[in-house]
């Protein structure tokens, strides 16, 4: 067994691999690659089909191919990535052995399983349901059956990472509390469990119905319990992406947090009330009373928002305090001016967090007020604010980890470093004004998931706004940059692991060097509370955050209050 | 020393927070309540709200009840497939079916009057999004809702689907008239 257990040590950051852990972390992040690909080819011919006039699939072909790139971004990419990331943080930050390996790979195998039959399920033609699979729009019963596979694997994933705290804990192979980024990263375990239970509650009857075990599903009671699985799965989605900024924070600043106490107590505010927020795409429904959605869509008072808030100042803030003490101290943003742009690890990151922040934040405040959802409900509007924090939020944080990963996990130089370089800033320029582009033709009333905006062949078609088509031809071309931009991630990424520069791996050992504590950093360290003002030039960013929440915010109101009278 | 390492100081939660940091906290905490008491804010003093009002409802009871309502008060039909447009009095109760693919009846209402619009779908899911307003609502099978309208404007709406409903989703789009009231005619409005 000593093989089995043996542990590496990168040379370049000094982590310890535990062997089974890192070929499990390995397989799991190639296979999201493989579905973000897939995903991203069909990301293309859908949007193109959107621009007007273009229409490259026809109608059927077009829901077919909308249903797989959902899924396949939405779930499969994400969820394979982040079991990824689960381990990563349990096994390789705590330096622990993984538990119960044997069951990681039959984990995996269970989600590859069911990802593929779900997609063959979806091309095979007869599930064109889209990701939400309303009913009593009913899929071909495999397209059930791949979707609660996969959630199997991922609950077993999910027990494996709590598992291996457990193991990490009894072995004391680290001291004191687990380090922030592994408590964000067992915070979206608790949303990932929460979310899979909500998962299998609905599709498990649903698939019983596809077969006919079961005569009715009712359709609120789909949407109701669904929206647990759909709209947790992407907060599982923010509690990884933004462990992983503050990861990124750690390894290329040394950065640590303002305030342990402020970033766990964000994190646990998620556990608590993020879930609500499935109540979001429900503030239109009938039957659901005001008080209900109020309560519920708000995460109660709001306390999500409230620590979205707060890490949106805290990540940031924990670079430039970093920064600072290395000497960039010269007005506001001159840690900010000397950072280090050129590297993707960062500037993936720090995309990542003005667009999630700036666009996906504000959007999704505005979208998730009871009346205010109204205004854009279902149309165009959503999918542009879901862009904004699920593929700039989530996707491109993962990018950036990905170039850090290259070199310490696959052992590998990151190759054609310069496009490495300009990917994130390609694939941002196309991302970001995708959103406000999408959001910009919800905003004028484009319906999502619809073939054609021009109503071709209607006996009584509506003409929308000038503008709203100059917004979908903008949103076309702006899904090519992106395109190419996700396509350079792509091609350095699987060019680097087949191909690439072999790094030295470094020593092997048969027990991992436990965490010990750094005698004079327990006693000192920057604690704040002296009155010093480190991270002001964050401060003053997140107070231009603010104005831009408020005047947004308050402007769909006064937009609410012209259209009809409706109670 | 770095988040992702344990925490330096063993008793990490006794460490004080930066004075920024705990501005940053009031702040965001001040704005949340903020957005937090929009919403009933605007139930008491707003004109645009959702009612609580929706009934479990059979396919077929709907379409009777639509059925008896165009009986009373269909003034044309439109289009090639003879959709019947209906002038309801004000204050009325007026319903929409929405199916595949189609919404019927097609509404004539007058401005400045309020309606009692019933809503529900006889098939799959739709969504009921009028245009240019881009006032837009779920339809959900089996569950009748019910909103009181008062349109604002007069001229000719569109009803389109934006709820995803199967392979002719995209071809179903309608209209929805609003006259001037009476007292108004000729007022140049329109």
Not at chain 1, 301 to 321: I, K
Not at chain 1, 345 to 359: D, K, Q, T
Not at chain 1, 479 to 494: D, E, H, L, Q, R
């Amino acid at each position: 067994m000593a093989t089995t257990d043996s542990f590496r040590i990168d040379p370049r950051s000094g982590l310890q691999y535990h062997r089974q852990a890192e070929t499990l972390i390995k397989v799991n992040a190639v296979a999201g690659v493989v579905f973000l690909l897939l995903g991203g080819i069909l990301a293309l011919l859908v949007s193109l089909t959107r621009v007007p006039g273009l229409h490259v699939l026809d109608a059927a072909r077009f829901y077919m191919v909308l249903t797989a790139h959902g899924i396949d971004m939405l779930i499969f990419w994400l969820l394979f990535f982040e079991i990824a990331i689960l381990y990563f943080c349990a096994s390789t930050l705590l330096r622990s052995r993984l538990a119960a390996p044997r069951w990681g790979w039959l984990a995996f195998a269970l989600m590859l399983i069911g990802a593929v039959t779900t997609n063959v399920a979806v091309f095979q033609g007869q599930s064109s349901v889209m990701m939400t699979s309303y009913a009593p729009m009913q899929a071909h019963p495999a397209f059930y059956l791949g979707l609660i596979l996969f959630a199997v694997g991922g609950l077993i994933g999910c027990f494996i990472f709590l598992g291996t705290l457990v193991i990490a804990k009894a072995e004391k192979t680290y001291e004191g509390s687990i380090p922030l980024v592994t408590f964000g990263a067992l915070t979206a375990c608790i949303i990932a469990i929460f979310t899979i239970a909500s998962g299998a509650i609905i599709l498990i009857p649903t698939f019983l119905w596809s077969v006919g075990y079961v005569q009715h599903i009712d359709a609120l009671m789909y949407r109701v319990i669904w929206w647990g699985l759909g709209h947790s799965s992407q907060q599982v989605n923010v509690a990884a992406h933004i462990s992983v900024w503050y990861a990124v924070g750690a390894i290329v600043f040394g950065a640590k947090p303002m305030s342990e106490k402020v970033s766990r107590t964000a994190f646990l505010l998620y556990i608590l009330f993020l879930q609500l927020a499935c109540a979001h795409h429900l503030l239109s429904d009938p039957g659901l009373s005001s008080e209900w959605k109020i309560l519920n869509t708000s995460y109660f008072m709001y306390f999500a928002v409230l620590a979205s808030m707060l890490h949106g100042l805290t990540v940031p803030g924990s670079m430039e305090v970093a920064q600072r003490k290395k000497g960039y101290t010269r007005g506001l943003y001159e840690w900010l001016r000397k950072a280090p742009w050129g590297n993707p690890v960062f500037s993936s990151i720090f995309l990542s967090i003005i667009g999630f922040g700036f666009l996906g934040g504000i959007s999704g405040v505005m979208m998730g007020t009871e009346q205010l959802n109204m205004l854009i409900h279902n149309t165009i509007y959503v999918p542009g604010h879901f862009h904004a924090t699920v593929v700039i939020g989530t996707t491109l944080a993962f990018m950036g980890l990905t170039y850090f990963l290259l070199p310490s996990l696959f052992n590998r130089e990151v190759a054609f470093s310069r496009i490495a370089q300009w990917q994130p800033y390609v694939f941002s320029a196309g991302m970001y004004t995708l959103a406000l582009t999408l959001m910009g033709a919800g905003t004028l009333g484009v319906p999502r998931r619809h073939w054609d905006i021009g109503f071709s062949g209607t006996a009584l078609p509506y003409e929308y706004p000038g503008a709203a088509y100059l917004m979908m031809t903008l949103m076309g071309i702006s899904a090519v940059v992106a395109f190419i931009g996700g396509g350079m991630y792509i091609f350095v990424t699987v060019w680097s692991i087949l191909f690439g520069k072999r790094l030295d791996e470094g020593q092997r050992q048969p027990r991992p060097t436990p965490l010990r504590l750094p005698v004079s950093e327990a006693i000192e360290g920057h604690g704040g509370g002296a009155g010093v003002l480190e991270a002001r030039g964050t401060f003053a960013l997140a107070l231009v955050f603010l104005a831009a929440f408020v005047l947004y915010y308050f402007i769909n109101w006064k937009y609410l209050g012209s259209v009809w009278g409706i109670n | 020393m770095s988040s992702i390492l344990p925490p330096a100081k063993r008793i990490w939660w006794k460490e004080p927070v930066e004075k920024l940091e705990v501005w940053w906290i009031v702040i965001a905490f001040l704005w949340a309540l903020v957005l937090f008491f929009m919403m009933p804010y605007w139930h008491v003093f707003g004109k645009q709200n959702l009612s609580n009002e929706a009934y479990r409802i059979s396919a077929e009871h709907f379409q009777r009840k639509t059925q008896e309502m165009v009986d009373k008060y269909t003034v044309r039909t439109e289009t090639d497939q003879n959709i019947p447009v209906v002038q309801p009095p004000a204050g009325s109760d007026v319903y929409l079916i929405a199916r595949l693919w189609q919404w019927w009846p097609i509404l004539e209402l007058e401005k400045d009057k309020t309606y009692r619009l019933h809503l529900s779908a006889l098939d799959y899911q739709h969504g009921f999004s009028l245009q240019p307003e881009n006032i837009n609502l779920q339809i959900v099978p089996g569950y009748e809702m019910v909103v009181t309208i008062t349109p604002n404007k007069s001229g000719s709406f569109a009803v389109v689907c934006n709820e995803y409903c199967g392979i002719g989703h995209h071809q179903m789009v309608s209209r929805m008239y609003v006259k001037q009231s009476d007292g108004e005619n000729g007022n140049g409005h329109d």
